[in-house]
């Protein structure tokens, strides 16, 4: 791992180490949160409260399965850690869930003694504890200390993108300088003509630059290539502008992007078949036991469509899967069975008329997904990959969007990265900026990125996020 990029990788997925610093000192609070519960409770009970090695395993349970609520329900998001006030909501569900999971568990695993009463003590003294922390390790997340320097080859309309991303609240970054590198009149007006600059590798090293990205509009006969293996040798990172932004917002940038760059950047590699064998175990696992656990569930709504509106209770429809081969989308139908003409495919609408009662509400609920299972249990999807597409709309976005076809090299999911990342539409538009993400789940694919996915498909389910 490179320190100066301010971010950890783990498993092809950059962290920022504000985020990882913020967890620890989190997982230490949930630790001591749950020690403190049960000395409280064992002193009411005037019972010895043992040694504290005895009860390791639970304590660790605790605090592991309240962080991951905390993970899935966002409190690690950019929103969380720029808004006390999000952050402290998002807590008080986080901490809540974990604890109805702990007393769940509490009750179907012999020996597992998570006491209620104790449960009780720990969330009060988890969620004061965790506010507390963000109150006083929060406010230097944003500060120099953890941003990179950040020096910018380039003053044109790229290097004006990066300074808008780096003015934001949430960005790990700090951009300390512009060098123009041609004659041509900068975007960027304060920007230092790489003329009046004597020893570039030196003016690196002055103003105490960690990574020095490129940002030129046109790289032939352009690059300062004595220049960046002066910097890049003494230890200062070097870095594209395509490379760059993939690691900062979490998608490929389809306006920058080239051929060479996909080849040769680090990703879509062929050491994945093991994690693709160990997806499919758990995907023939989970959708087995879910679509038992949710059959009635699904019979039952199944019926409601069919008492609220005329037709059939399960809507089936052809998307494109794995390799643009065509397959049946089953769902529990939310829209009149009149809802398009035959061979003309529509784009969903905010407020869909279409929509009827009872379909809003399994929408909102998301249980009208339920039924795709059995296309997980066959192997047609996964859990997590790229929502299919209509055959009629991949025709119309592959002539309109460049590399849409790349993300049909992953088999499609129920959730992804591009549903947690990006509010719900219908258009050319939003379809190339979900596209930009889910080239990035093509590109770096590993079963911890599913985790994360997995996760946070709770926060999109609690707060509707991206509901249609």
Known sequence: MDTARAMIRIFKHYIPHAVILLGLFDLALLLLAGEFAWQLR????????????DRLQPLFAFASIVLLAMIAVGVYGAEALRSMRYATARLLVAVSLGIIALSFADFIIPGMAFWRSTLAYAMALSILMLVTNRLFVGMFLGTSAFRRRVLVLGAGPRAQRLRKLGERPECGFAIVSYIGMNESQPVVEEAIARSAIHDLSRFVENLG???VVLALEERRNALPLKDLLRIKTAGVHVND???FLERETGRVDLDTLNPSWLIFSDGF????MMSSAAKRVFDIVVSGAVLALTFPLILLFALLVKLDSRGPAFFRQTRVGLYG?????????SMRSDAEKPGEAQWAQTNDPRVTRIGRFIRKARIDELPQLWSVLKGQMSFVGPRPERPQFVADLEEQLPYYAERHMVKPGITGWAQINYPYGASTEDSRHKLEYDLYYAKNYTPFLDLLILLQTLRVVLWNEGAR
């Open 325 to 333: 081969q065509d397959f049946d989308l089953i769902k529990l139908r």
């Open 241 to 243: 502008f395509s490379s």
């Open 42 to 53: 064992a002193a009411q009970l005037v019972m010895d409260p043992g040694h504290v090695g």
């Open 209 to 211: 630059v960690s990574e």
């Open 269 to 272: 590699s062929s050491g994945r």
